[in-house]
Every structure is written in structure tokens, then in C-alpha cells.
């Protein structure tokens, strides 16, 4: 299948800082990337759709000024935190879907695990 | 209504047994449902996934079985393995739109050896 990758895997940081986490896509294009959040032992929460060319569609109660989404090319997605709390620490995950035929599948990236301090 | 509700929330299964989770829709839209294997400090992988024309899909020693009338399908670990041990979702998506995966609340599996 196709691969998704993730940078940084870790990250820790001070409050108030921001903090962006990448998402590519490696071996194919994706006009589409979703980015996902998941808190211990739970399951994973869609936050936001990146569209490549246009503006990210957030979910409801996800402040879009916190976390800034850019779909710089066919293949890179970036997350900004903005003025990262301790509250935002969590598990972020990064997926892009397949094309053609086997639309439906998703490929999801490592994660990026953060901790606001 | 986009919820998929997921049981149960955790599962102990002995090496050899036979794993059982199962989901359960609303939204007859939804047209995907696939099934995800996490492990702890990963992202999900793809195990199977199954559309609504069919009734049953396997793969090796996974199976969903889908019930379109009663909106539930499920997944069964034949033959579990302590290699199996780890977090399992359902989810579901619509063939329209962005496509967006909905997730169930997770079963955590424990094959014990």
C-alpha cells in the first residue's frame, strides 16, 4: 500500500510556543489529507480536512486559528499549533486517502506524539 | 447521525480462540467500512474492509460480516495470537463528499498465551 510519513514522531515544548508537524505523502499524490487527533485510550477524533488549493474544512469545535492547516503541494500537509497549551498534548495523526478504484482507503501516517509543558 | 458505536471496549481471548467485535451505524449513507489494528505509539493500519453489497469478506484469519438490514457488522480474529494483542476500530465513510473516516471508541484485544 501506499505510505504516509510524519515528522517529527516527538515533539515536546514550552507553553505558548507553536509547534508544526508535517504529513506526506511518499509514493502518491493526494489532493485531500486528514488530520486526526487521539487522546489515551481513545479513539480518533477528525479535527480538520486539508485541501490542496483552498482552505481546510474544520470540524466543529475545532478552533481554526489554533491549529493552522496548509496543503503546500500534491504531497505535504502541515499542522500549526499555535500557543500550545498542556491541553493540547495528544497523539496527532495525519491520513490521506487512495485514488481511482480504491478511493475509499485511507493510509495513515505514524503519528506525532506532543507534549506541551 | 455520523456515530459508529463500537463494543466491546476491551476483550481477553485465549491463544487459538476466536476474537469478536462489533460495530453497529446510523447513517445509511455510509457506504465503507473498513477495520483498523493500532498499536500502541502507531498510527492505525488497514486490516480489512468490506462494502455494503456483500455480506462477508475474509482475509486470512480475518473476517467482517456486514448486516445491511440491522446496520452492524463485525470482526472476527480466527485462531488469535498474542501477536494479535492490540486496539482495534471500526469504522465507516460515505462514497461522497471528502470521505472522511468515522471512527468507533476502540476494542482493546488481549490474546493471553
Known sequence: ?117 | QQQVKQSPQSLIVQKGGISIINCAYENTAFDYFPWYQQFPGKGPALLIAIRPDVSEKKEGRFTISFNKSAKQFSLHIMDSQPGDSATYFCAASMNTGRRALTFGSGTRLQVQP
Open chain 1, 1 to 117: 500500500g501506499a505510505v504516509v510519513s510524519q515528522h517529527p514522531s516527538r515533539v515536546i515544548c514550552k507553553s505558548g510556543t507553536s509547534v508544526k508537524i508535517e504529513c506526506r505523502s511518499l509514493d502518491f499524490q493526494a489532493t485531500t489529507m486528514f488530520w486526526y487527533r487521539q487522546f489515551p485510550k481513545q479513539s480518533l477524533m477528525l479535527m480538520a480536512t486539508s485541501n490542496e488549493g483552498s482552505k481546510a474544512t474544520y470540524e466543529q469545535g475545532v478552533e481554526k486559528d489554533k491549529f493552522l492547516i496548509n496543503h503546500a503541494s500534491l504531497t505535504l500537509s502541515t499542522l500549526t499549533v499555535t500557543s500550545a497549551h498542556p491541553e493540547d498534548s495528544s497523539f496527532y495523526i495525519c491520513s490521506a486517502p487512495a485514488s481511482g478504484r480504491a478511493r475509499h482507503e485511507q493510509f495513515f501516517g505514524p503519528g506525532t506524539r506532543l507534549t506541551v509543558l
